[in-house]
């Protein structure tokens, strides 16, 4: 059973740094994996999705990496702002593509002014 | 505006009540989800539906029941088998295609009486 994992399970760090979050699965058979963002009380928004077959996705300052044969991928966020505060969430997908997901438990981040 | 809607925002139930959280898409989109959230915990899939008057357990589906007699809506009724039904409930949609992301709705906080 695929098993998705984050840690650490919060993070508080002043503006302006660069942050790398880190997501593990353990079955490498994955179609595609996703990060997303949860504001406080809100559904999930779409970051970036990387396709097995991709090694990094990039959006504005985000930029996502898939290591599959290892399990990990990380979202890095370059020169973090206030309004990155969130709660990122990890998911993975089996062979038979995006209609089920497998969800980490996620981690919030706090970025300080 | 395209989206998902889900109503309503909060609802409380009473012992051994049924009550039904509505999720409406306009998206044209064909497989929609519902999962449950816990505090400090990743979504856990409770059904999905790929085709309309079709649709499968999740991993969680004891005590949940849903319909799909139209497209746009994907209804989910946590009847009073459901012991622990106190939960964040976030419904999904997703286009066809198997690269696509899913979309969420906002969500509807379920409290018990």
């Known amino acids: 059973k695929q098993e998705v994992t984050q840690i650490p399970a919060a993070l508080s760090v002043p503006e302006g740094e660069n942050l790398v979050l880190n997501c593990s699965f353990t079955?490498?058979?994955?179609?595609?994996l996703q990060w997303f963002r949860q504001d406080p009380g809100k559904g999930l928004t779409s970051l970036l999705l990387?396709?097995?077959?991709?090694r990094e996705q990039t959006s504005g300052r985000l930029n996502a990496s898939l290591d599959k044969s290892s399990g990990r991928s990380t979202l890095y966020i370059a020169a973090s702002q206030p309004g990155d505060s969130a709660t990122y969430l990890c998911?993975?997908?089996?062979?038979?593509?995006?209609?089920?997901?497998?969800f980490g438990k996620g981690m919030k981040l706090t970025v300080n002014p | 505006d395209g989206g998902i809607t889900q109503s309503p925002k909060y609802l409380f139930r009473k012992e051994g009540q049924n009550v039904t959280l509505s999720c409406e898409q306009n998206?044209?989109?064909?497989?929609m989800y519902w999962y449950r959230q816990d505090p400090g915990q990743g979504l856990r899939l409770i059904y999905y539906?790929?085709?309309?008057?079709?649709?499968q357990k999740g991993d969680i589906a004891e005590g949940y029941s849903v319909s799909r007699e139209k497209k746009e809506s994907f209804p989910l009724t946590v009847t009073s088998a459901q012991k622990n039904p106190t939960a964040f409930y976030l419904c999904?949609?997703?286009?066809?295609?198997?690269?696509?992301?899913?979309?969420f709705g906002p969500g509807t906080r379920l409290l018990v009486l």
């Open positions: 998206l044209n989109h064909d497989a």
């Open positions: 998911a993975v997908s089996g062979q038979g593509g995006s209609e089920k997901l497998v």
């Open positions: 990387i396709q097995s077959s991709q």
């Open positions: 999904a949609s997703r286009p066809q295609g198997n690269q696509e992301t899913q979309y």
């Open positions: 079955d490498s058979a994955i179609y595609n």
């Open positions: 539906s790929q085709i309309v008057n079709d649709f």
